[in-house]
């Protein structure tokens, strides 16, 4: 009898090269994920929302708290993938605002990018009594390898409902300016968010969301909760329009 490893090595081998590549760079991405996890448990409660998911919530750190985000987004053919790296912290000399950075590196059909993006989320209003929650987010994004290094501006308002205490609904209204090609688009933005605590451990995730005019979509998956202030992400998503593309999402989310 053949043992799982080489099983499993059979498996990779009887693939299409672009997908057994994809296979690897998938699993190899869970594993640096899991070892992360492993090391920072220690010391380290997570949220929902955000993460590798585009609709956002109202809720923000508790004053002196941060979270990291780290995503790996890999489409169904292997020819686009993206990779992001955030950070936001909310300062107790400022209990409402929270501010952070991410840097993004993506690539299609064979060109990159890299991107820089500051972003805040302000709470505007937070009744815990009511399950209400609404704030204003906002982030500004600059390319480092195009000839104009501004690349667009996002607001949004996102407003959480939780009727229950395993229960969110998120919606997300927000206008988006941007270069696309070269030139300036500016698009109304919404998005529809529903999060659900099946258990102590595992919180199922499933959102809508699209621009005037543009590109639709939609993802969905389980997020683990590692302890209390670590969450994984696995996601999957599709695109709406045009060639309809697929994707899949793993990510990790750190709070201290």
């Known amino acids: 009898m053949q043992k799982p490893t080489r099983l499993f090595a059979s498996f990779v081998r009887s693939l299409p090269a672009a ?7 998938n699993l190899l991405f869970v594993s640096v994920t ?3 996890i ?6 380290s409660s997570a949220n929902a929302a955000g ?3 585009t609709v956002d919530d109202a809720g923000i750190n508790a004053p002196g708290e941060c979270n990291i985000d780290t995503w790996y987004q890999n489409g169904r053919h292997g020819s686009s993938s993206t990779s992001v790296v955030s950070q936001d912290c909310t300062l107790k000399g400022l209990p409402n605002v929270q501010l952070g950075a991410a840097v993004q590196h ?8 890299n991107q820089l993006s500051p972003q805040f989320k302000a709470q505007l209003f937070s009744r815990e009594d009511l399950g209400l929650e609404w704030a204003l987010a906002g982030s500004t994004h600059f390319a480092f390898n195009r000839a104009h290094a501004f690349d667009g501006v996002d607001l949004n308002l996102p407003f959480t409902y939780q009727p229950i205490e395993t229960l969110r609904l998120n919606l997300n209204a927000g206008w988006s300016h941007a270069y696309d090609d070269g030139e300036q688009n ?3 933005t919404w998005g529809t968010g529903v999060e659900y605590d099946l258990a102590r451990s595992l919180t199922l995730i499933a959102e809508r969301y699209g621009q005037q005019g543009g590109e639709q979509a939609w993802q969905a998956g389980p997020r683990l909760h590692v302890g209390e202030r670590i969450d994984v992400d696995l996601v999957v998503g599709r695109n709406l329009t045009g060639e309809r593309d697929q994707w899949l999402t793993t990510g990790a989310t750190l709070r201290f």
């Open 19 to 25: 997908q057994g590549r994809r296979l690897r760079r």
């Open 186 to 188: 500016h698009r109304w």
């Open 34 to 36: 899991l070892s992360l």
């Open 106 to 113: 993506s690539r299609d059909d064979g060109d990159s990018e």
């Open 38 to 43: 492993a090391v920072l448990s220690i010391i």
């Open 51 to 53: 993460g590798a998911y």
